[in-house]
């Protein structure tokens, strides 16, 4: 069982995502960090994402502690789909676990509650943290490499493009109710 609950993103979680924000070190791997951001910038963003029909942004929370932000852009009613994301705001959180947990809670929102067909998401080629988190712990698939996508430090770099379907979800759902024995009694 899940000690990490999500939450609706709100305008009061800017205090927490203040403290995140503008750390080189949390968010790095993100191409549109490229300059500091102010406090009334990131205010004016958290509001459009509130609002905003396409993104669904969740804060979650361990015993009531603020651990980042996991959410579903990009959504897309037409084709039931919708581009994951995560950050873990408190380096101290790292490697607890917290990752694994929120994406799984994330990944319930998406395919219970929103109802789409398809997660997907894309990871430096070179984050071997994203490629255990995703591919190995979460059980999401790779459906390609996106060839110099991303431009950091003078250089290009691949990502790597992931997803899961709902069918994947629901038979991994499955496996874990039935705590993986697949024999027949």
């Known amino acids: 069982m899940s000690d990490v609950s999500l939450r609706l993103l709100e305008l009061s979680d800017l205090e927490q995502i203040m403290t995140w924000i ?5 968010v790095g791997n993100f191409g549109w960090f ?3 951001v102010s406090r009334e910038e990131e205010q004016q963003y958290l509001e459009r994402l509130i609002a905003s029909s396409t993104d669904k942004v969740y804060s979650a929370f361990s015993g009531g502690e ?3 932000q996991v959410g579903l ?10 581009r994951l994301s995560i950050i873990i705001g408190n380096k101290d959180n790292w490697g607890r676990g917290y990752a694994h ?3 799984d809670a994330l990944l319930d929102k998406a395919f219970n509650d929103l109802h789409v067909h398809k997660v997907w998401g894309v990871f430096l080629e070179q984050n071997k943290k994203a490629y255990r988190l995703f591919i190995e712990k979460c059980g999401f698939r790779i459906e390609g490499i ?3 996508e991303y431009y950091r430090g ?3 770099h691949d990502m790597i493009r992931i997803a899961m379907l709902e069918d ?4 991994r759902a499955w496996e874990q109710a039935d705590g993986g024995d697949q024999s027949v009694s």
Do not use: C, F, S, T
Not at 22 to 26: K, M, R
């Open 22 to 26: 503008n750390d080189p070190e949390i």
């Open 34 to 36: 490229g300059k500091p």
């Open 66 to 68: 603020y651990i980042g």
């Open 73 to 82: 852009h990009e959504l897309d009613d037409r084709n039931k789909q919708g």
């Open 101 to 103: 947990q929120m994406v």
């Open 146 to 148: 996106l060839r110099q």
């Open 154 to 156: 003078g250089v290009y």
């Open 168 to 171: 994947e979800y629901w038979a």
